[in-house]
């Protein structure tokens, strides 16, 4: 709950559009418009009269959203603040915080199952925004994250719990930030380039994408059981978690 708690309300909750609302009106002070952190100066460009998110970053739009919220969440999730708030206090939200990165970049790992090689895209939002997360964890060097593998056709996703604040965090504040920077002031050109640059796959990432296709597993079945009246009395039916089952 402590990562879909900060994505939806501090991640997709954040995150100010500097706009130009009709000509010559402005949502922020035009004359000494916002400082870009990462290139020292004045943003020079933002949302003209008609423009939006959506149609600005078009079909990267989404995925690039999902992505913002992703890495606010495992990086609040680092803050032992949010933790108690989420009633994780001391050493079990320190055991949150791992497990949370470690099923994140598991996520960005099993998400190549949905990159298509043959036209070079993804076709799910969440995990091309989870898989430019593992990419960019695994590029802050440092033995932070590995992908080792095991035997001729398995691997193993790895994460050093003991550098996740030193290395990861520094790493993912980057990341964030550029991705929030060039959505606030609608530089498409920077947000692409960093975005297409994050979710390419190439390389060993092609090899990996092919195990993890080979171990693919069957998609669950959720069952609902429900209740029924017999002789006045009230009972339950449960069912298996088969396509007969879904039938029945």
């Known amino acids: 709950e402590v990562q879909v708690g900060c994505h939806e309300l501090l991640g997709h ?23 870009d952190p990462f290139s020292g100066k004045p943003v020079t460009s933002w949302y003209k009269p008609g423009e939006t998110w959506d149609g600005k970053f078009s079909a990267m739009a989404s995925s690039y959203e999902e992505c913002r919220a992703e890495c606010v969440g495992i990086y609040l999730s680092c803050n032992e603040d949010v933790l108690a708030t989420f009633g994780h206090p001391g050493q079990a939200g320190q055991d949150v915080m791992y497990c949370n990165w470690l099923l994140m970049v598991r996520a960005g790992f099993v998400a190549l199952e949905f990159y298509t090689v043959e036209q070079k895209k993804w ?28 035997g001729e056709d398995g691997v ?23 991705l929030n920077v060039y959505k606030s002031s609608a ?43 017999e002789d006045g009395q009230v009972k339950i039916s449960h069912y298996d978690a088969t396509p007969e089952g879904v039938v029945q």
């Open 156 to 178: 193993e996703v790895q994460i050093d719990g003991s550098k996740i604040k030193t290395v990861g965090v520094p790493a993912i504040r980057e990341f964030l930030g550029k």
């Open 13 to 35: 909750g954040s995150g100010k559009l500097l706009c130009e609302t009709s000509e010559g009106v402005f949502n922020f002070d035009s004359a000494n418009p916002p400082i």
């Open 187 to 229: 530089d498409f050109e920077k947000g692409s380039a960093l975005y297409l640059d994050a979710t390419s796959v190439e390389g060993e990432f092609l090899e990996y994408r092919d195990i993890v296709i080979a171990k693919k597993k069957p998609r669950k079945v959720f069952v609902q059981a429900n209740t029924r009246l």
């Open 123 to 150: 076709r799910q939002a969440h995990m091309q925004a989870r898989f430019a997360i593992l990419k960019t964890l695994m590029r802050a060097g440092q033995d932070f994250v590995k992908i080792a593998r095991t």
